[in-house]
């Protein structure tokens, strides 16, 4: 009975893996670190994928607020070295 509890666990922990790596490659994340993540950590890992920020709507929203006159004011945002202006 106990190879058969361990045997679910792993499966489990496997799919949670796969998913986890699948939303992170959906959201332009890095879906191998993500797939560790599910593997090792299991329904928590795929709860992790799934609550980070889609890095295309961060862009999208970052241009839509440029194009409309934003400035950042406090200077932060862009590479290190770059003025704002």
Same mark, same amino acid.
């Not at 879906?31 to 709860?47: K, P």
């Not at 194009?67 to 704002?84: E, F, I």
């Given at each position: 009975?106990?190879?058969?509890?361990?045997?679910?666990?792993?499966?489990?922990?496997? +799919?949670? +893996?796969?998913?986890?790596?699948?939303? +992170?490659?959906?959201?332009?994340?890095?879906?191998?670190?993500?797939?560790? +993540?599910?593997?090792?950590?299991?329904?928590?890992?795929?709860?992790?994928?799934?609550?980070?920020?889609?890095?295309?709507?961060?862009?999208?929203?970052?241009?839509?607020?440029?194009?409309?006159?934003?400035?950042?004011?406090?200077?932060?945002?862009?590479?290190?070295?770059?003025?704002?202006?």
């Amino acid at each position: 009975m106990d190879w058969m509890l361990l045997l679910l666990i792993a499966a489990s922990h496997l +799919a949670s +893996a796969f998913l986890a790596a699948t939303i +992170a490659r959906q959201k332009a994340r890095n879906s191998r670190s993500w797939f560790v +993540a599910g593997l090792l950590f299991g329904l928590l890992g795929l709860i992790g994928a799934a609550g980070i920020p889609d890095r295309h709507q961060i862009v999208f929203l970052r241009h839509l607020a440029e194009a409309q006159g934003y400035r950042n004011r406090r200077g932060s945002g862009g590479k290190a070295g770059q003025s704002q202006r």
